[in-house]
């Protein structure tokens, strides 16, 4: 596999995924995105549901195989034209979940496609509910009817939720931001939710760390020294069975596309070079640290984060910040909530500068933070927060916009792996 992705073509189209629990915080599904050059133009605010709709259907999304083989659910928001168009279709009906607009209803020509739909077996779900007597018709078809979270009270949600829940359908809470907010949720009878919640820790505890976990640890102040001794990293690695196995397998799969056989960790060195042998490392070794539920998704995103800065870092070298730096950040800003420790404890295990730990631990005016912020707006695809934090950066949003749809893709290349 390649370290640099190619995305020339401006028409191409990245499709990121975003986790759905039950309430027992089990994964249920994922929630399907559009990013790269369709996002960016779309009206701000405004995700791309043609793109996203055409691109899953046509099997361009590389992920859609490993969902489909892990039974997951997958919610895709499909435009009124994609409906008529009969896109859904091209997915199979026990496991696609219809997101709907209310305002697509409004057109009674998607009304009988919609019955069609459910008839053969899709669940239908609507988004954004609004408790909108008009729609009234349109709750009692849904599966599924979704309510925004964020900025709502406990008062008015409840009552949202109680007039939802007349209708019969399954209550799913969008933007979920943190775990309070999720108890709530769980507590007004909502069972799907969805947001950046499992991203933070539930419960953060001083503990010591594990004999393995110190050995990660350990192991990666070794990879970051400026003179590695290569024989006595070499030997190291291939001393922990567990690990050389995973990472051999990691090396020889088809994604490297290697002509010969990785059998040892001196020879993968020598075939790789140092520099993407140490960022495979770190992944492999930050996955072993895992001890989330979540930790399928935690990786993917640590993984896609990593990259997405490193992007960055190159895309904008005249900053003067170091893109294995950023990179670094990526994937360790995440260990809190893979760990159940606090970054604060965490961070005088890393290899880090300073600067990197202040980040991590979430220091106000760190040079780092706008950085980390908008790798998250990305990833909740909150792009009107992600087009006014590229204006006070002075970003490009094209050139930022496929620094993460890079990353993207090669997140779930290195994870499908």
Known sequence: ??????????????????????????????????????ARQAPPGQDTADNVALQVAAGAYMGLE?????????LVRFSERNILDQL??????????????????????????????????????VTSYTAADQWGSFYRMADIISIDVRHRSRGPLSELVAEAGAHGATLMAMQVQDFARF?????????????????????VTVRKLASNEASRFALMRAIEQEEVDFE?????????????????????SAAFGLRQKIKSIQQAISLLGW?????????????????????????????????????????????????????MLGIFSLL??????????????LPLDEKVKGALRGEA???????????????????????????????????????????????AAFTNS
């Not at 986790?19 to 369709?38: E, M, Q, S, T």
């Not at 520099?275 to 001890?291: A, H, I, Q, T």
């Not at 809190?336 to 295990?349: K, N, R, Y």
């Open 1 to 38: 596999m390649t370290d640099r992705p190619t995305t020339d073509d401006a028409n191409t189209v990245a499709i990121a995924r975003q986790p759905v629990f039950d309430a027992k915080r089990r994964l249920w599904g994922y929630a399907l995105f559009c990013v790269g050059p369709a």
């Open 66 to 74: 490993q969902l489909l083989d892990g039974n997951r659910k997958i």
């Open 88 to 125: 859904p279709y091209a997915l199979p009906a026990p496991l696609t979940v219809v997101a709907v607009e209310e305002a697509v209803f409004a057109e009674t020509a998607v009304h009988p496609a919609l019955n069609q739909l459910k008839a053969d077996g899709y669940l239908l779900a």
């Open 183 to 203: 108890d709530l949720c769980t507590e007004l009878g909502f069972a799907l939710f969805h947001g950046p919640f499992f991203k933070t820790p539930e419960t």
């Open 232 to 252: 006595q990293l070499a030997e190291t690695i291939q001393a922990d069975a567990a690990l050389s196995f995973r990472l051999l397998a990691y090396l020889n």
């Open 275 to 327: 520099r993407k042998m140490k960022n495979w490392l770190r992944v492999v070794l930050l996955n072993d640290l895992n001890r989330s539920p979540h930790a399928p998704d935690l990786m993917l995103l640590a993984a896609q984060r990593g990259k997405f800065l490193e992007r960055i870092g190159h895309a904008y070298d005249f900053w003067g910040f170091d893109p294995e730096n950023l990179h």
């Open 336 to 349: 809190d909530a893979m760990l159940g420790m606090p970054m604060t404890e965490i961070v005088t295990h």
């Open 365 to 411: 005016n760190n040079e780092y933070q706008p950085l980390l912020e908008l790798a998250r707006c990305f990833e909740e695809s909150r792009w009107p927060d992600a087009e006014t934090l590229l204006q006070r950066l002075n970003m490009d949003s094209p050139t930022i916009h496929r620094a993460f749809q890079e990353a993207v893709e090669w997140a």
